[in-house]
């Protein structure tokens, strides 16, 4: 069964950093290209990162550029989004998803940028 | 970046309703657009890939058509199990980026 679950979300005041993780089961994910889609509360959804199946290529929303990078490690199945100098605005619920076309997502997980 | 528009941004609708969504690109992007399904608290779920290819297990009343700039998705008879919100998303040039939602409500 085809599985996504993100962890490493939590409560980080504003200019700090945090590392999330997407631990995939159930499918080739050395061979499926990544993403990262957030969703602050009561918004609609926010396309983030995108990282080819190899690592080679990464993308990112202009909003987030500079201040998150995406990364796999496919010997252990995980993705990562390496979150720094967090605003405010970052404040959202964090989705990995599989491929380009987003085509199976996670549940997700919370991020809370607040002092 | 290529922007995405989506209309209308809710609607009112009841079971048996045939209810159409339009999502409109800023720019051309082939048929390269998904649509996506998200009820309350849930994550979201892919529905139609490539414009008009429907998912594995995704009921046949839904449809979606369209390419380059303008795109529909179609519940032909609307179930009680669709009242929830619906995005594209473009995935034909960098950043990729989702329309605003469209909220189907009874």
């Known amino acids: 069964e085809l599985q996504l679950l993100e962890s490493g979300g939590g409560l980080v005041q504003p200019g700090g950093s945090l590392r999330l993780s997407c631990a995939a089961s159930g499918f080739t994910f050395s061979g499926s290209a990544m993403t990262w889609v957030r969703q602050a509360p009561g918004e609609g959804l926010d396309w983030v990162s995108l990282?080819?199946?190899?690592?080679?290529?990464?993308y990112y929303a202009d909003s987030v550029k500079g201040r998150f990078t995406i990364s796999r490690d496919n010997s252990r199945n995980i993705l990562y989004l390496q979150m720094d100098s967090l605003r405010a605005e970052d404040t959202a619920l964090y989705y990995c998803?599989?491929?380009?076309?987003?085509?199976?997502w996670g549940q997700g997980t919370l991020v809370t940028v607040s002092s | 970046d290529i922007q995405m528009t989506q209309s209308p941004s809710s609607l009112s609708a009841s079971v048996g309703d045939r209810v159409t969504i339009t999502c409109r690109a800023s720019?051309?992007?082939?048929?390269?657009l998904g649509w996506y399904q998200q009820k309350p608290g849930k994550a979201p779920k892919r529905l139609i890939y490539?414009?008009?290819n429907l998912e594995s297990g995704v009921p046949s009343r839904f449809s979606g058509s369209g390419s380059g700039t303008e795109f529909t998705l179609t519940i032909s008879s609307l179930q009680p199990e669709d009242f929830a919100t619906y995005y594209c998303?473009?995935?034909?040039?960098?950043?990729?980026?989702f329309g605003p939602g469209t909220k189907v409500d009874i």
């Open positions: 998803a599989r491929d380009m076309q987003l085509s199976y």
């Open positions: 490539a414009a008009s």
């Open positions: 998303l473009q995935h034909g040039s960098y950043p990729f980026t």
């Open positions: 990282i080819s199946y190899n690592g080679g290529s990464t």
């Open positions: 720019q051309g992007i082939r048929n390269d």
